[in-house]
């Protein structure tokens, strides 16, 4: 086949599927049920009441699951962006992300953290410029979550709570990939316009895999046990709804 | 659609033999001026690819590296505590000053030969040299500003966008361009041109003690501080107890493993004369408190290092020849070099206290 012709039919095959793809995808912050309100008081597994006044993260690496089914009958995998975004759940525009979710998608993957190369070849830009201050500058690495409040639990100056999770680097890699299920009505014609909403439940900071205790453990800044613990339990901060 | 896949072929070609033709020389251009490998050294680690020395990036550096803007209140410079005349590092400071008496928790080493480095601090914390600079910006006990300050900063200055124009070919300023205008002077700074050098090209020769102390440097000291950079930039323990004060852990603090526990780089004894004090908190006043250390004052752990177990034995006359040998180290040119002193003043490599070895 020409050349010329190949490119005419990844076009016509490129708009297609332009035409096709579906969800817009936002971030929609809760503790537990509710929506998350900075200035609300909640409680945490361990039964210390709490309040969370900053909560980002960094996401990148997104990708699709999709379910038509290819020659050898595997689900084909669709790069959605190779671009890093820092979710800051203070900033509503930071919560709606720039691409779309195409249609017939089973699964939606992305990954928590910032990748290596991007911990390891010097300065970056944009989002990843340590001037937006997710960034440890007394040892190299992203900061790749940071949650910040306070409790009458924490035996800290202020009764501040502050959780800067990093590290880049086996045995302590607090980056984790998160996979979520899309529901079955997903792309369907009904709900074709309907944003993908991700439900960021910020209760799961102190319980997901591990129980974290504000009294116990106020402070993460480093890499290490701490980390990779709530680096475990923000694995689990997220699920799909559809609206 | 023959005829459309022939022009597709055409535009193809002529786009891609453009990519071949050499881009005429443009006048405000960086004037590329590559880093010299001296004779014999291994190949840099630092990917000059990624930002090419120029003049204008390495003059940017140079101003950057002496502005005090830099820091919160204007009184401090990188300069301040990396002193051309103690080869960068902080003359006779144990500890460093920084912003409202306070003080550092470690000793700022000597700054040259960044370019072989691959990962930087006592504890190996920083991996690459355009991101070194961040850390005592923002540090509390050091120049104390944010980097967002910096840059706003550097924005509205008079000077500074247009040397970054010079620099980097647009008057854009942003963290990634700070880090690499200073890597720029900052990898220029090459001490090779020390007595020893010249022996080792054979334009010079040794005199006696230091002939015999070469020899006991090869025997006793050389698997750690290896020619010819003289470090091998690992890490180790030396025996030396943890500091009550400041509690550095050193390695340990970054790889949260207890094997690393009080590890820390092997600093090069290239100028080391002009150095002092020594350790990577400043505690050994002289050459001759490290030398005491290494004999006798060692305090040998689980982890101290498999050579020192039986601490390093050290008879009088050989720490004399040693001495004499160490002497051959400093690079006098280096300290001297007007390229890296301060804008518009000239270096003076007298330095301002008597030397305590």
Redesign the interface.
């Known amino acids: 086949m ?3 012709k190949a ?1 005419f039919l990844f076009g016509v095959l490129f708009t297609a599927m332009a035409v096709k793809a579906q969800h817009s995808i936002e971030f929609n912050p809760l503790y537990g049920t509710a929506i998350w309100n900075p200035d609300s008081s909640y409680t945490n597994f361990a039964g210390e009441s709490l309040q969370i006044n900053k909560c980002l993260f960094y996401t990148s690496g997104w990708k699709a699951i999709i379910n038509h089914q290819n020659k050898k009958g595997q689900t084909d995998t669709v790069i959605l962006s190779n671009a890093h975004y820092l979710i800051d759940l203070s900033e509503p525009k930071s919560l709606k992300l720039p691409f779309t979710v195409p249609a017939h998608a089973t699964q939606l993957i992305f990954t928590l953290g910032v990748d290596s190369i991007k ?7 944009g989002v990843l ?3 937006r ?1 997710m ?1 440890w ?4 690495g992203y900061i790749m979550a940071r949650m910040q409040g306070t409790s009458p639990s924490a035996n800290t100056a202020g009764k501040r709570f502050s959780y800067d999770v990093g590290g880049f680097e086996s045995p ?1 890699n607090a980056v984790r990939t998160i996979a979520l299920n899309l529901p079955e009505t997903a792309g369907s014609d009904n709900h074709a316009k309907n944003p993908l909403y991700i439900q960021t439940d910020l209760s799961k900071w102190f319980q997901g895999k591990h129980t974290i205790s504000i009294a116990q453990t106020p402070n993460c800044h ?4 701490l980390a990779m613990q709530l680096a475990d339990n923000y694995q689990q901060l997220f699920q799909i709804l559809l609206h | ?1 023959k005829k ?2 022939i022009i ?1 072929f055409l535009v193809v070609f002529v786009l891609s033999a453009l990519g071949f033709m050499e881009q005429p020389e443009r006048k405000g251009l960086p004037k590329q001026q590559p880093l010299i490998v001296p004779k014999g050294w291994p190949k840099p680690l630092y ?1 000059f690819s ?2 090419p020395l120029t003049a204008e990036g390495i003059e940017l550096g140079r101003q950057l590296f002496y502005e005090q803007q830099l820091s919160r209140d204007g009184s401090i410079s990188c300069g301040t505590c990396h002193q051309q005349f103690g080869a960068f590092n902080n003359y006779d400071h144990p500890l460093s000053h920084g912003l409202d008496n306070s003080l550092t928790t470690r000793n700022a080493p000597g700054l040259f030969n960044l370019a072989w480095q691959k990962s930087f ?1 006592w ?1 190996g ?7 070194q600079p ?2 005592p ?3 509390h006990n050091e120049m104390g500003e ?3 300050n910096i ?1 706003s900063k550097l924005k509205k200055s008079k000077t500074y966008p247009r040397l970054f124009k010079a620099a980097f070919g647009d008057p854009t300023i ?3 361009r ?3 205008a200073l890597s720029q002077f900052l990898l220029t700074m090459v001490s090779s041109n020390s007595k020893y050098d010249r022996v080792m090209q054979g334009a010079d020769s040794f005199n006696l003690p230091e002939k015999l102390g070469y020899a006991i440097f090869k025997s006793k000291c050389s698997s750690c501080h290896t020619e010819p950079l003289f470090t091998d930039f690992s890490y180790r323990n030396t025996g030396m107890p943890l500091e009550p004060f400041l509690q550095d852990m050193g390695r340990m ?2 790889t ?1 493993d207890p094997a690393d526990s009080l590890k820390f780089k092997v600093p090069s004894l290239r100028n080391v004369m002009v150095t002092f004090p020594y350790g990577h908190d400043g505690r050994f006043f002289s050459l001759s408190n490290v030398f005491e250390h290494y004999r006798n004052n060692m305090q040998v752990m689980g982890n101290t290092d498999a050579l020192l177990k039986n601490k390093l034995p050290l008879s009088n006359y050989e720490i004399g020849q040693l001495k004499a040998f160490l002497q051959t180290l400093t690079d006098s040119a280096f300290l001297r070099n007007p390229r890296f002193a301060a804008p518009g003043t000239s270096p003076s490599a007298t330095q301002p206290l008597d030397l305590h070895n």
């Open positions: 020409p050349a010329y490119i911990n390891t070849t010097g300065i970056q830009t410029d340590p001037a201050g960034f500058t007394w040892r190299t302590y480093n890499a290490g046990k | 659609m459309a896949g597709l990917d990624k930002n601090m504890d914390g920083i991996n690459h040299l355009d991101l961040l850390a910006l923002t540090a944010s980097i967002e840059i942003n963290t990634q700070l880090g690499k603090t970054i949260q």
